[in-house]
């Protein structure tokens, strides 16, 4: 599975990875994370604001961050 | 040893400065303020604001929205730039893009109520209003003036400006009385001010305690200067009490309450009470009087306690509590070493160079305001105690509001990362227009702080309006029937 976390790095980027990161190792789920930092790169997908989340190339959250829970959830659901 | 005398008197200026920043009344607008910058970024989902700054929301509608908007959406300048990136060009275009862009930083609720209550309410509010007026001035100038550049934007999809996220009704119940907290504390009338009952705590030696920070810490009371108060000593001490447990009890709050997290949330509590109350030292005691202030705070706090446990999940009140320490984080120790460091400046500047440059309402002091503020950077709030300073050397209140206008907005760092969203022509522009009408503001402001009746310059302000809006609708015309004649010939 492919995370990307999009957010030109500030502190919610930060910790909205290391949740992700978490919630992946917590489940044993076997994920590669990517930071994306480039506003144009950011751009190309449809949110507005910062930090997002993308799993699998679908972009899950924008503008906040969401419980471990629910990254945990779109996680197994992305797994299948 | 005068050398060392003249060191001792930087010091001291920079400590004096501190303490007279960290006074009881800055405490009592910043610490709400900084609750409420916390609670607009986690309590209000984005969509409510952005949802009208979609592609095919009107103009009477995106322009206001995105001047607005920046107070809900901006108090992080890590979210104004992907914002401004995405208004421009995916969502409502360039000119509302451009309106966000510029009023975001002046309506910052932290940078609002800091200058409000440091260097004045007039000044504040003239900020606002000015820069939302001027804001959608140049939102609606630049959209015009690359009117084709914008017709020729991407045209990918509408999706994220979508949704219909409402605000929940408990959600306003709680800014309603964030807010009050934050009036309650800073507002100087006589409910609030007045004493109501007083106590004498008695610890004795007081008196000689204050004349012991008076001789560490001189001041100039006609300056304006406020030297260190014994509740200055116990709110600075509770200050250090909130940053320790504050760190270990808010940095990941959002994964649980521990017990530093409760130490935190009573030293804030009794921070803000400490300094509603008023406190004088005698020699047989610490004598306190409780103020209105101290009473309003109060019912404030209980209020949103009850509101907070009542109708909020648990989660929000913990992403609440991590949004407000990160801002506390990211700007409460640049402002302490920015405050610090105004404070030994001001001994260096001769009052005559501020006063010969910007000492009277002029065109060129104006200016003079504006480049200072390009050219130099300074943090989010540390503006307010160097514009204060200028103030305080005998700056102009005009060129001074020209100064507030241009720092946040402007600045080499801002201006190259504009460049890369929008391209360079737009970007130099941009620039342009924001030094006029940044000059224009303090000039405006200048003249009604000198006297000229408001109903004149109300009068200049509409007549400019119109010119401005006639010209541009000309310019509008003729573009789009140019880009119609092409259109044609190109057929």
């Known amino acids: 599975m492919e995370v990307k976390i999009l957010g030109t790095g500030c502190p919610k980027c930060k910790r909205l990875e290391q949740l992700a990161r978490q919630a992946a190792a917590e489940a044993g789920i076997q994920a590669t994370f990517t930071k994306v930092t480039d506003v144009d790169q950011i751009m190309s997908y449809p949110i507005l604001s910062t930090p997002g989340l993308v799993i699998d190339e679908k972009v899950k959250s924008s503008g906040r961050i969401p419980r471990k829970e629910e990254i945990l959830g779109w996680m197994k659901e992305a797994q299948g | 040893m005068d050398l060392l005398t003249y060191l001792v008197g930087l010091l001291q200026g920079g400590l004096g400065n501190l303490a007279s920043y960290l006074a009881a009344h800055v405490l009592l607008c910043l610490l709400p303020a900084f609750f409420i910058a916390g609670a607009l970024t986690a309590l209000v989902p984005k969509e409510a604001v952005t949802r009208y700054l979609g592609r095919n929301a009107p103009k009477v509608i995106s322009y206001p929205a995105a001047a607005v908007g920046g107070f809900v959406l901006a108090v992080c300048s890590c979210t104004i730039m992907p914002l401004f990136a995405g208004i421009y060009r995916k969502g409502a275009g360039l000119g509302p893009a451009i309106t966000f862009l510029f009023v975001g930083p002046a309506i910052n609720i932290l940078a609002l109520a800091y200058t409000g209550v440091a260097i004045g309410m007039d000044i504040a509010i003239a900020r606002i209003l000015l820069s939302v007026l001027f804001g959608i001035g140049i939102g609606l100038i630049m959209a015009l003036t690359f009117l084709r550049d914008d017709a020729a934007r ?59 920070l008076d001789w560490l810490v001189p001041f100039d009371a006609s300056l304006g200067e406020e030297g260190v108060t014994v509740q200055g000593v116990i709110l600075i001490l509770l200050l250090a009490v909130i940053g320790v447990s504050a760190w270990f009890g808010l940095n990941s709050v959002d994964e649980g309450y521990n017990p530093w997290t409760w130490t935190a949330l009573g030293a804030i509590a009794a921070t803000v009470i400490v300094a509603a109350v008023k406190m004088v030292p005698h020699a047989g005691g610490l004598e306190v009087l409780i103020t209105g202030k101290m009473l309003g705070i109060l019912v404030a706090m209980i209020g949103l306690w009850v509101v907070a446990s009542r109708y909020f999940d648990e989660y929000e009140i913990q992403e609440w509590l991590w949004e407000t320490w990160r801002f506390v984080k990211q700007i409460f120790p640049l402002l302490i070493g920015g405050v610090f460091a105004v404070g030994v400046i001001r001994g260096l500047i001769n009052p005559k160079w501020i006063q010969v440059l910007a000492g009277y309402n002029t065109l060129l002091a104006n200016l003079v305001g504006v480049l200072f503020g390009v050219f130099m950077y300074f943090p989010t709030l540390v503006e307010v ?24 907005e402007l600045s080499l760092q801002s201006i190259l990362i504009t460049s890369r969203v929008i391209g360079k022509t737009k970007t130099w522009v941009y620039v342009a227009w924001v030094t006029v009408f940044s000059t224009l503001a303090g000039l405006i402001y200048g003249a009604w702080v000198d006297g000229t009746s408001p109903w004149l310059l109300l009068a200049y302000l509409i007549i400019g309006a119109a010119v401005l809006a006639v010209g541009l609708s000309w310019v509008g015309k003729r573009q789009r029937q140019s880009a119609a004649t092409a259109q044609v010939s190109a057929h």
């Open chain 2, 385 to 408: 105690p160097i514009a204060n300073m200028f103030l305080s050397l005998g700056m102009h209140r005009g060129p001074l509001l020209a100064y507030l206008m241009a720092d946040p």
């Open chain 2, 154 to 212: 991407d045209q990918a999809g509408n999706g994220a400006f979508a949704g219909g996220t409402e605000v929940h009704k408990s959600t306003w119940l709680f800014f309603l009385l964030l807010i009050g907290l934050l009036i309650a504390g800073t507002l100087q009338v006589g409910l609030f001010t007045n004493g109501y009952a007083q106590f004498t705590l008695p610890i004795s030696g007081m008196d000689r305690f204050q004349e012991t």
